[in-house]
């Protein structure tokens, strides 16, 4: 995981996981959650990211 990967999971996590999968499930439940609620959309971000 690069410095910009984290950078973007922490201010804007949707456009992290977009570009670490694509757009796909993953980025819309990401959407979802950042939307909902800010922090479950960061850890999912990194949670994507890791694995």
């Known amino acids: 995981m690069n ?3 984290i950078i973007l999971n922490i201010f804007i996590p949707p456009l ?3 570009l670490a999968k694509g757009i796909g ?3 819309i439940i990401n959407l979802i959650l950042t939307l909902l ?3 479950p ?3 999912h971000a990194f949670y994507v990211t890791a694995k």
């Open 41 to 43: 959309g960061v850890i």
């Open 16 to 18: 992290g996981v977009a």
């Open 25 to 27: 499930k993953d980025f």
């Open 3 to 5: 410095i910009l990967t």
């Open 37 to 39: 609620f800010f922090i």
